[in-house]
Every structure is written in structure tokens, then in C-alpha cells.
């Protein structure tokens, strides 16, 4: 989709990371060797991703003038994301955390328990998470990694998981909204399938999910034929060498699935838009990453459609370490917008994605740099400005992160605090009352 002269700024990358070796090998600027600094390696360095950047044709997210940093390691550092709560505890516990709102606006959360193998789930008595209801999904066997969460028309909560026992796929359908009990069923044991799951329910209420095939290297969907996935119609999407890594999965108004994912082959991010619900057949696009050689793009995919059907992706760019958002111009994605959202850094792990009112995008994810969770909220459809903040710096803290909007546009974000205080929720404080 891109025209680049990656073969050249590839071998300069190579050349640069040569001499930064050689030069620290001889001990760097002593009599008669060449005298390299920190700041001309730095200089260097950003020249290079100014040229990568350019010869790409991404544009940019400007910073806004002000980003908000007050705050102490008790409170959240973005001022309208008050509240941090630790749902469940301690360290272990809240990997790979799905976020839902119920019909209050309480969240309600999957998550995996580490310490004990579990697939669990929070149910939040209040918007805020001030108190919750902690139930064991299922705990038979290694259970509860990847896991993806809606809520049917009742509000009782649909998970997709994997099954590290078995290495299966397994979907629990609970019979109530605190899960107190739940229909397990596996929907996938062909091999080593199941993980990096994104599940969404179908107008009659039947989970559709996408899903990785290890022991294939490809991306796999399946249509249950019933609310419970007693029975489903699996479909390979794509196995073009190695991809499905990091799926994400939303239904356009045909009830078609959309899913965003990574090639790990090629290292590209990939779109495929299923002709029909099943996707007996599919077009498969990519998106970013054609024809570069280094680096990888596309993981940490979160996908969502705007409200004209068109797939907005937010992703991490390995080569330049940033976050990114493609916003594809048309339902089938013949053209696509990419801009860098944040570039402070390497940002842009475990993105989540959602839409506020005006369909600008709202992202949170994890700032490898300093292991903190972030956010940042879009100022129009194509994301030219955002206002990009802190929201919890105590810790190692921003791990599978997942968002929601509430009816007023307050972000809710599930998250691992990998230090020690578990599954966390960073919510508005007095939020509710929708």
C-alpha cells in the first residue's frame, strides 16, 4: 500500500547499530579513534525515523501543549480519570482482562488468575468499583488466558478463552450477571487453538469469535450456531504463513465479521472483511508494513467501526515504537489514514480502542518506557490532535488493558498491575447515573 526505499534506511539502521557496537567495543573516544557521542548516535537516530516516518507517509499526532502530570502515586495522574481502584488481588491476579459496562454503567471484567489457573470474573456493585463481586468462572485445569468479554441482552456476561491445559478454545456462557454459575462448552480442539480470542455476539445473540491456530500458524473464526456454542461453523480466514496473532473482531450491519491482526511473517498489520457471516470467503488487506523490511507492525490490535462501517485500528509499530491509528476511508478499506498518536517513548502496548459520541477515538494503553498505563483521546475523527495523559504511574502498572466509554464519554479501563496489586480499574470519580 506504501512505496518505500526500505532496503536503504534498513542497511543504515544495521550500519548504525555496527558502529554504536564497534565504538563501544574500542572504548569509545579514545586518542586516534573516532569520537562518537550520545548525542550524535540520538541525532542520528531521530533522523532516521524522521525519514522512515516521511518515506511512509505518517503523519504525525501533535502533542497537546499541556499534558497533565500532577499527581502522586496514590491518585491517577489525568485529572478526569480519578479513581484507581485494585478489584482483586495480589500480584498474578488480572492478566488479559476484558472490560464490559452493564446497563448501570458498572463495570464488569474477565479476567485470568495466574495463581491459581482461573478464569475469573468482577462484577462492580458501583460505577467506580468501590466493592465487587469476585466469581471462579471455571478452574478446572490451566484456564482464563485471552479472554474476551460481552454481555448478552440480559447482561449476563459471554467469555471467550483459551484452555492452556488442553490448548482448546472455550467459550462460558453465564447463567446470570455475576456468573455464579455458567454453560462451559469447548468450541475448538483441533490442535493448538485458542489464542488471542475477540469475541462479539451476532443479532441472534450466538458468539462469533477469531481466534489464533498455533499448531497452523493461521487465523481461525468461529460462528456458534446456538447463545452457548454447543455447535459452531470454523472457518480458516487466513494462513498465509504465519498470522492471527493479536486478532480483534467486530460485526458490520450484514453481520459480517471485520478483524484486524498481525502477520508475523511478514510483520504487517492485516485486515480481513468476511463476505458473509461464516466468512467462507474473505478479502484480506494490509494495512501497514508492505514492503518494509525490519520491524514489525500491527500487534496489540484493537479494532472498532465507525458509524459508517469503516475500521478504525489502533496497533503498536515496533519499528518506531510508537502508538498508531489506521482509519480506513471506506468499509472495505481501499484506502486507509495512519497517524503516530504517541511517539514519547516505546508506547503503545496492549491498546484498547472505543469511540466517543463524536466518533473520535479514545485509546488506552501501556508505555513501556516507564511502565506506566496511559491514554489518549483523540480531538477529531482522524486523530490530527490528541490530549494524551498519565492515568496511573504506581508501579509497573498498564498490562492488558481494556476500555469502555459511558454514556457520558467517561473512560473505564481494566488493567494488570504487574508489581503487586493485581486486576485494577481506572474510572471518573462520581461517575454512574446513566
Same mark, same amino acid.
Given at each position: 500500500m506504501y512505496t518505500s526505499s526500505a532496503p536503504s534506511r534498513s542497511?543504515?539502521?544495521?550500519?548504525?547499530? =555496527?558502529?554504536?557496537?564497534?565504538?563501544?567495543?574500542?572504548?569509545?573516544?579514545?586518542?586516534?579513534?573516532? %569520537?562518537?557521542?550520545?548525542?550524535?548516535?540520538?541525532?542520528?537516530h531521530t533522523q532516521l525515523r524522521t525519514e522512515q516516518a516521511a518515506e511512509w507517509n505518517i503523519t504525525p499526532t501533535p502533542l497537546p501543549t499541556a499534558v497533565p502530570t500532577a499527581g502522586t502515586a496514590a491518585t491517577a495522574v489525568a485529572p478526569w480519570l480519578d479513581m484507581l481502584k485494585t478489584v482483586d488481588g495480589p500480584r498474578g491476579i488480572g492478566r488479559y482482562s476484558s472490560l464490559a459496562l452493564d446497563a448501570a454503567g458498572n463495570p464488569v471484567i474477565s479476567y485470568y488468575d495466574? !495463581?491459581?489457573?482461573? !478464569?475469573?470474573?468482577?462484577?462492580?456493585?458501583?460505577? %467506580?468499583?468501590?466493592?465487587?463481586?469476585?466469581? =471462579?468462572?471455571?478452574?478446572?485445569?490451566?484456564?482464563?488466558?485471552?479472554?474476551?468479554?460481552?454481555?448478552?441482552?440480559?447482561?449476563?456476561?459471554?467469555?471467550?478463552?483459551?484452555?492452556?491445559?488442553?490448548?482448546?478454545?472455550? !467459550?462460558?456462557?453465564? %447463567?446470570?450477571?455475576?456468573? @455464579?454459575?455458567? @454453560?462451559?462448552?469447548? @468450541?475448538?480442539?483441533?490442535?493448538?487453538?485458542?489464542?488471542?480470542?475477540?469475541?462479539?455476539?451476532?443479532?441472534?445473540? %450466538?458468539?462469533?469469535?477469531?481466534?489464533?491456530?498455533?499448531?497452523?500458524?493461521?487465523?481461525?473464526?468461529?460462528?456458534?450456531t446456538d447463545p452457548v456454542c454447543s455447535s459452531a461453523v470454523i472457518t480458516v480466514v487466513d494462513n498465509e504463513g504465519r498470522v492471527g496473532e493479536y486478532s480483534s473482531l467486530a460485526l458490520d450491519a450484514a453481520g459480517n465479521p471485520v478483524i484486524s491482526y498481525h502477520d508475523s511473517s511478514n510483520q504487517d498489520l492485516k485486515l480481513a472483511r468476511c463476505h458473509d457471516p461464516n466468512c467462507a470467503s474473505a478479502t484480506l488487506s494490509i494495512l501497514d508494513g508492505e514492503g518494509i523490511i525490519t520491524g514489525a507492525f500491527g500487534r496489540y490490535s484493537s479494532?472498532?467501526?465507525?458509524?459508517?462501517?469503516?475500521?478504525?485500528?489502533s496497533y503498536y509499530d515496533d519499528v518506531l515504537d510508537d502508538l498508531k491509528l489506521a482509519r480506513c476511508n471506506q468499509p472495505t478499506c481501499a484506502t486507509v489514514d495512519i497517524v503516530v498518536v504517541d511517539s514519547e517513548g516505546e508506547v503503545g502496548w496492549f491498546t484498547s480502542l472505543a469511540l466517543d459520541t463524536a466518533g473520535n477515538p479514545v485509546i488506552s494503553y501501556y508505555d513501556r518506557t516507564n511502565r506506566t498505563l496511559k491514554i489518549a483521546h483523540c480531538q477529531d475523527l482522524g486523530c490530527t490532535s490528541a490530549l494524551i495523559a498519565t492515568v496511573d504511574n504506581a508501579g509497573d502498572v498498564g498490562w492488558h488493558t481494556s476500555l469502555a466509554l459511558d454514556c457520558k464519554d467517561n473512560p473505564v479501563i481494566s488493567y494488570h498491575d504487574f508489581d503487586k496489586k493485581g486486576l485494577k480499574l481506572a474510572s471518573v470519580r462520581g461517575a454512574g447515573g446513566c
Open positions: 542497511a543504515r539502521f544495521v550500519l548504525l547499530a =555496527i558502529l554504536i557496537l564497534v565504538v563501544a567495543a574500542c572504548g569509545g573516544g579514545s586518542s586516534g579513534n573516532i %569520537n562518537i557521542s550520545a548525542d550524535d548516535i540520538l541525532a542520528t495466574a !495463581l491459581n489457573s482461573d !478464569l475469573k470474573l468482577a462484577h462492580c456493585r458501583d460505577a %467506580n468499583c468501590n466493592s465487587a463481586v469476585l466469581s =471462579i468462572v471455571t478452574s478446572t485445569g490451566r484456564v482464563g488466558e485471552y479472554t474476551s468479554l460481552v454481555l448478552d441482552a440480559a447482561g449476563r456476561p459471554v467469555i471467550s478463552y483459551f484452555d492452556d491445559a488442553n490448548r482448546d478454545l472455550k !467459550l462460558a456462557h453465564c %447463567n446470570d450477571p455475576n456468573c @455464579v454459575t455458567a @454453560v462451559l462448552n469447548t @468450541v475448538d480442539s483441533e490442535g493448538e487453538v485458542g489464542e488471542h480470542t475477540s469475541l462479539a455476539l451476532d443479532a441472534a445473540g %450466538n458468539p462469533v469469535i477469531s481466534y489464533y491456530d498455533r499448531a497452523n500458524y493461521a487465523l481461525k473464526l468461529a460462528h456458534c479494532l472498532v467501526l465507525d458509524a459508517a462501517g469503516n475500521p478504525v485500528i
